[in-house]
Structures are given as C-alpha cells and as structure tokens.
T-cell receptor
Framework: DVKVTQSSRYLVKRTGEKVFLECVQDMDHENMFWYRQDPGLGLRLIYF???????EKGDIPEGYSVSREKKERFSLILESASTNQTSMYLC?????????????FGNGTRLTVT | AQSVTQLGSHVSVSEGALVLLRCNYS??????LFWYVQYPNQGLQLLLK??????LVKGINGFEAEFKKSETSFHLTKPSAHMSDAAEYFC?????????????FGKGTKLSVIP
C-alpha cells in the first residue's frame, strides 16, 4: 500500500520565520503535490512536481516555494511565514500523469502562524 | 475551465437512512469524475471514480455514484448510513486528456450521522 508521510502533524511558527514542510512517499511515484485545505474553500493546489528538480505552480503559489531533490521527497517552503498561511497542508503523490492514476494523500500538517 | 459544485457544506442523516451527497460539474469536454473521503485527522482517500463505460460506479464501503451527462451530475449515494461514514466528502473532476495534476476539487460536504 502506498504510504505518504508528512513529517509533522502540528506545527506552530512565528510570523516571519522560514518554515519547511516535508513529505516522503514510498512507491516511486512520479508526481507529488502540495495542497492547502481551508474550511469552506476545499483543497487548493499550491505546487506540484512531475519529476526530480521539476516543479510547476498550482492555483495559489504566492508566498510558497518547493524543492524536489530526490524522487521520494517533496518539500514545501514558506520563506517568511504570515498569519494568512495558517492552514492544513496536504501532500499527495500519484503514479504518473494519467487521469487514471489516483492521488494518495498524507495525513496533513496543521500549521499555525502566530 | 472545469469546475465542481457540491450542494450543501453540511449534511446530517440518521443511522440507517439514505445518504445522498450532491455534485455538479462544469466542463466543456467529457470529464473524469472522482469522489474522495477524508476521515477525521486523516488525509483524503479515493472512494470511487468514473472514467469511461458504465455510468453507475461502485466504490468502497457501500458507496456508489451515477454519472448523468444530461444533468452534469455525479451524486454520491449509500442506501444505509453507518456511524463510521461520518467524514468530509470531496467531489473532483479532470477533463479528458488532462493529467492528474489538473484535478479540480469541490469545496467538500461534511456528513454527520445521528445515532
């Protein structure tokens, strides 16, 4: 079974701090994704990556960057955290680009920026 | 552009009652449709999907959904609700020809099951 592991379940950071959210998948999936989940807004795609060192902006990339140095690991970086980035962050992976390749999600990291 | 509308951000049903969660999509080309479920304190997992073929698709835990092109709908149903069905449900769409990174999610419907 595919496992997507997010390193932290809860994180509290101060405004202006640099924040790293880490995600690891164990099934050699090509694609990895970072979503943000907010009540009433559903899931919004921040960034995705279809290969090592490759990245594409999603719907809401502002204030975020990503890094994929190894196939199994995809990091989300908040260069200078702000209170409006308080949210639940979900990492996901998929086998390939096919529409038939479902997303597998981690359990999420709840980030609070104070 | 594709979009998904889930009617009702919260739905409550009694245990044993029918579950009906509504999803309508907007797409200029034939879509592929998905339902994901998120149990408390967990990530999302795939419940079922429609790609081609039979318009009535069955998923895990007794859920099913019917693709109705004429109504642009993909409603999720379960004949008899169980307490363990309490979760948030997300409808999602990809247009045909698009990749998995172009999945668009609805805003979610939180299902409560009353004993």
């Amino acid at each position: 079974d595919v496992k997507v592991t997010q390193s932290s379940r809860y994180l509290v950071k101060r405004t202006g701090e640099k924040v790293f959210l880490e995600c690891v998948q164990d099934m050699d999936h090509e694609n990895m994704f970072w979503y943000r989940q907010d009540p009433g807004l559903g899931l919004r795609l921040i960034y995705f990556s279809y290969d090592v060192k490759m990245k594409e902006k999603g719907d809401i990339p502002e204030g975020y960057s990503v890094s994929r140095e190894k196939k199994e690991r995809f990091s989300l970086i908040l260069e200078s955290a702000s209170t409006n980035q308080t949210s639940m962050y979900l990492c996901a992976s998929s086998r390939d680009h096919s529409y038939n390749s479902p997303l597998h999600f981690g359990n999420g990291t709840r980030l609070t920026v104070t | 552009a594709q979009s998904v509308t889930q009617l009702g951000s919260h739905v409550s049903v009694s245990e044993g009652a029918l579950v009906l969660l509504r999803c309508n999509y907007s797409s200029s080309v034939p879509p592929y449709l998905f339902w994901y479920v998120q149990y408390p304190n967990q990530g999302l997992q795939l419940l079922l999907k429609y790609t081609t073929g039979a318009t009535l698709v069955k998923g895990i835990n007794g859920f099913e959904a019917e693709f109705k092109k004429s109504e642009t709908s993909f409603h999720l149903t379960k004949p008899s609700a169980h307490m363990s069905d309490a979760a948030e449900y997300f409808c999602a769409v990809i247009i045909s020809g698009a990749g998995s990174y172009q999945l668009t999610f609805g805003k979610g419907t939180k299902l409560s099951v009353i004993p």
